[in-house]
């Protein structure tokens, strides 16, 4: 089985060597541009002395006690989850997912392994499974309402050789948000076919202000503590903080489970450097620059409603998440056009889900990463609603 290819690369190979039709803004990649929180500099200058020695695997009983902390606040566990569980800092929440499966793989093994996903996916879950030799089977996921997929298309049979689902709340592309209803429905599923719930929250606390904040799988997790066995919880800094290139994030699960994977981590892994991890601190102790966050990326969104909404018939702002998943006629000619005629770079639906013709389900989609500044996003939101105008290339949102 070859390596996955990531979408970016196959939306490259798209493009080729057509020149961009207008000043580019590319809204195609995730990367956070908003800055980061000003006291992170001081921070890792005053602890600079720490990168001298080899950091413990996992992590300073500082970082393990800001996390649990943060837990406690964020998801009002008051203190249960500390109790019962653990955390391990990451070199960014990307590693914890390929972990993770690794993890699952060595404790429940199972013969001929099956990894679900999400179906729009993150590129990350199918290379995860491609580095076990698992088979990686695409669940497929609405583009609005619930986040749930349709379970019901995979066969008893393939759920059972599952070892982990892959789930993200915010969901990514199209940012829809799991109820605490909707991650019992799935401790169910992983109950009954004996799987790992891998709960990929790296946009948890990216959300509409007035939407307020999503349900984290612990907070669900609370109310029924046997499902902490089957269940891997994953977050970083790279969004909630702007903080993509530092590389820092944590995992957190039941004891036991951690205990393997922390085993595995110290003999294949890089631990995270204490001035890194000082930095996390002082981002887990603060929540007004993660407002701030929100709040500029709660105006971009107000604008796409304004430009993008009478085009497309209605509001098009997720819950949840800093993309666009838009509705469109064809999203690989869309994207071709958007580029030459707009020097707008986005990314086709198709190239982030599996399956051929009608069934990938991220066909006739196009997302957006409402990543860049307010007048930059807005110009590019122009550019797309003036291209679909003169195409006619809308899709009604009810037949998406």
Not at 64 to 86: E, S, T
Request: net charge negative; hydrophobic share 45%.
């Amino acid at each position: 089985m070859p390596v996955p290819i990531s979408p970016f690369d196959r939306l490259r190979s798209l493009i080729g060597d057509t020149p961009a039709g207008a000043p580019v803004i590319d809204l195609s990649v995730g990367v956070p541009k908003h800055a980061p929180p000003d006291f992170i500099l001081p921070v890792l200058a005053a602890s600079a002395d720490g990168y001298r020695p080899y950091p413990a695997i996992t992590g300073t009983p500082a970082f393990q006690a800001a996390i649990h902390d943060w837990l406690d606040r964020r998801y009002a566990l008051d203190g249960w989850f500390r109790d019962v569980g653990a955390v391990l800092p990451l070199a960014g929440s990307r590693e914890g997912l390929v972990l993770s499966v690794v993890t699952a793989r060595d404790l429940l093994a199972k013969d001929n392994p099956v990894v679900l996903h999400a179906n729009p996916y993150y590129q990350a879950y199918l290379g995860a499974a491609h580095m076990i030799g698992a088979e990686a089977v695409g669940v497929p996921t609405p583009p609005t309402g619930s986040p749930l997929p349709d379970f019901s298309a995979i066969p008893d049979a393939t759920l059972d050789r599952a070892i982990a689902y892959y789930f993200g709340s915010p969901s990514n592309p199209a940012g829809l948000t799991a109820s605490k209803a909707d991650w019992h429905n799935l401790f169910d599923l992983a109950e009954k076919h004996d799987f790992f719930l891998f709960a990929d929250e790296c946009y948890s606390e990216i959300y509409r202000e007035e939407a307020g904040p999503p349900a984290g799988a612990l907070e669900a997790a609370r109310e029924r503590p046997e499902a902490l066995k089957r269940l891997i919880v994953l977050n970083s800094l790279s969004k909630r903080s702007n903080l993509a290139g530092m590389r820092i994030g944590f995992v957190a699960g039941d004891r036991e489970v951690m205990k393997a994977m922390t085993t595995m981590r110290n003999q294949i892994a890089s631990q995270v450097p204490v001035p890194l991890q000082q930095a996390a601190i002082a981002c887990y102790q603060d929540e007004a620059h993660v407002a701030e966050n929100r709040r500029l990326y709660d105006a971009k969104f107000a604008a796409a409603d304004a430009i993008l909404g009478p085009v497309f018939g209605g509001p098009v702002t997720p819950p949840g998440g800093f993309c666009l998943w838009l509705p469109v006629a064809d999203d690989i000619a869309f994207v071709k056009a958007l580029w030459a005629e707009a020097g707008v770079r986005a990314l086709p639906g198709s190239l982030l889900a599996t399956g051929e013709g009608a069934a990938n389900p991220g066909r006739g989609r196009i997302r957006l990463a409402v990543v860049s500044p307010y007048d930059e996003a807005c110009e590019g939101f122009r550019r797309i609603a003036a291209l679909m105008q003169r195409e006619g290339a809308v899709r009604e949102l009810a037949a998406g």
